[in-house]
Nanobody, 121 residues
Framework: VQLVESGGGLVQPGGSLRLSCAAS????????MGWFRQAPGKEREFVAS????????FYAEAVKGRFTISRDTAKNTVYLQMNNLKPEDTAVYYC???????????????WGQGTQVTVSS
C-alpha cells in the first residue's frame, strides 16, 4: 500500500493550495481517508476525513469553512483544497487511510510521507 502526497509549498496568508494524495496497492472502497498535520513542536492533529464509499466528510473546527476534502474514485486520489490560509496552518500535511476513519491517529492503518505547507508573507 502506498499513499503519496503532493501539492505543498509556500503561500502567502489568504492564499490557496490543493494537496493531492494518490493511493495504490489495494482497494480502498471500504476505507476512510484522512488528512492530518503536524506543526514543529506540536502533536499530529486531525484536519479532515472522507468516506471513500459514500463521500461523507468531517472537518476539524479550525479548518471548517476554509478547507474542502474530496475524492476521485477513478483516479484513486484524495484532495484537500485549502483556502484563506493562515500562518497557523503551517505544518507537514499527511494523508492516511483506515478502515474506521475518524479523528484519531490510531484509527488509520496507512500513512503517506507528508508534504510541507508554509504560510508566510
Amino acid at each position: 500500500v502506498q499513499l503519496v502526497e503532493s501539492g505543498g509549498g509556500l503561500v502567502q496568508p489568504g492564499g490557496s493550495l490543493r494537496l493531492s494524495c494518490a493511493a495504490s496497492g489495494r482497494t480502498f472502497s471500504t476505507y476512510a481517508m484522512g488528512w492530518f498535520r503536524q506543526a514543529p513542536g506540536k502533536e499530529r492533529e486531525f484536519v479532515a476525513s472522507i468516506s471513500w464509499a459514500s463521500g461523507t466528510t468531517f472537518y476539524a473546527e479550525a479548518v471548517k469553512g476554509r478547507f474542502t476534502i474530496s475524492r476521485d474514485t477513478a483516479k484513486n486520489t484524495v484532495y484537500l483544497q485549502m483556502n484563506n490560509l493562515k500562518p497557523e496552518d503551517t505544518a507537514v500535511y499527511y494523508c492516511a487511510a483506515g478502515r474506521t476513519g475518524g479523528v484519531h491517529i490510531s484509527s488509520y492503518d496507512y500513512w503517506g510521507q507528508g508534504t510541507q505547507v508554509t504560510v508566510s508573507s
